[in-house]
């Protein structure tokens, strides 16, 4: 990972503008801990957005119902947050672009993560999460992706939902199929779209693309 934050870093202190990276992917794929890592490194001089707060809460999801067709399969399932439709797309891109604009701005309230004002004028601006897969990648300077197999997204999903969101094992298992195959059929085809794409496992992350525009 420290090869490709040293490369961002670079890239990012040769703009001479504001930036605006968008880091996204799949629950448990290490975006998190990469997002948190490139905003340590400019410290002050950057904002850290979750965008969880943009995604339409579960209880709503639980009673929306879908249906599609995956590998030749006609499939009715819960949607996941893995669908387009479960994020508030419109509203993550309007503050985007408030940012672009140079306003100042406050994130959505939630119980989980307060309200912050959120200064434009920061050299660096990260929105990091699901949602970000979903908007307009031209909002963004730099959209980076990461993504992991089945097994290792359960392993970590399970570990941190149990321990940092109360959920129980037992559902967090049974979701899993169907959040999996919404994953592949809706959002895992977006990736292509990124600038950057890291697929992380048990021995690391591995830099499947990674195309910085010289500037």
């Known amino acids: 990972m420290n090869n490709i934050i040293q490369d961002l870093t670079e890239w990012i202190n040769r703009q001479e503008k504001h930036i605006i990276i968008g880091i996204t992917g799949h629950g448990g ?8 890592q490139l905003k340590q490194v400019f410290c002050q001089d950057a ?19 879908i249906t599609y067709t995956f590998q030749n399969e006609v499939r ?3 949607m996941t947050a893995c669908h387009p439709l479960a994020h508030y797309t419109e509203a993550l891109e309007r503050d985007i672009q408030m940012t672009l604009a140079g306003m100042e701005w406050s994130t959505i309230d939630r119980d989980y993560l307060p309200s912050k004002l959120i200064d434009p004028n920061k050299k660096l601006t990260i929105f990091e999460g699901m949602s970000v897969a979903f908007i307009n990648p031209d909002y963004l300077d730099l959209q980076i992706y990461l993504y992991t197999d089945g097994q290792t997204e359960l392993t970590r999903r399970s570990s941190r939902d149990t321990t940092e969101r109360n959920r129980n094992l037992e559902n967090i298992q049974k979701s899993h199929q169907e959040r999996r195959i919404q994953y592949s059929h809706f959002m895992h ?4 779209k990124a600038d ?9 992350m591995h830099i499947e693309k990674q195309q910085l525009s010289i500037e």
């Open 189 to 192: 085809p977006l990736k292509e």
């Open 196 to 204: 950057i794409i890291l697929f992380t496992d048990k021995q690391g």
């Open 47 to 65: 904002n850290l957005i979750c965008t969880d707060p943009y995604i339409v809460h579960s209880a709503l999801r639980r009673d929306t119902q």
């Open 29 to 36: 794929a290490g975006k998190t801990t990469f997002a948190d």
């Open 76 to 78: 009715t399932a819960k």
